[in-house]
């Protein structure tokens, strides 16, 4: 089992990216998918959750200004996030929210101007 996110950068205040993150190793289209963030100094937190149905759920952080989606036949999830903040940097991870895998090394998203 194997999870590589990738599609951080630095991004001014206002800012638009796309995460990636492309699974290996087991039946994706059957888990729910979850991505998190860790901010410096704060515990791991998760942000955006899509169910295998394709029924999400967000943080309120970031509601209203993300949204995850999933390709399942690529084997991956997406997490676009519009509107970014400050508080939006850190390191951004997927996993499976219920059965856990190891994680992934991340993404780093940094706003600042």
């Known amino acids: 089992v194997h999870l590589v996110e990738s599609g951080g950068d630095l991004v001014q205040p206002g800012g638009s990216l796309r995460l990636s993150c492309a699974a290996s190793?087991?039946?994706?289209?059957?888990?729910?998918m979850g991505w998190y963030r860790q901010a410096p100094g704060k515990e791991r937190e998760l942000v955006a959750r899509?169910?295998?149905?394709?029924?999400?759920n967000y943080t309120d952080s970031v509601k209203g200004r993300s949204t995850i989606s999933r390709e399942n036949a690529k084997n991956t999830v997406y997490l676009h996030m519009n509107s970014l903040k400050p508080e939006d940097t850190a390191v951004y991870y997927c996993?499976?929210?219920?059965?856990?895998?190891?994680w992934g090394r991340g993404t780093q998203i940094a706003v600042s101007s």
């Open positions: 899509i169910a295998p149905n394709g029924e999400t």
């Open positions: 996993n499976r929210p219920f059965a856990k895998i190891p």
């Open positions: 190793g087991f039946i994706f289209s059957s888990y729910a």
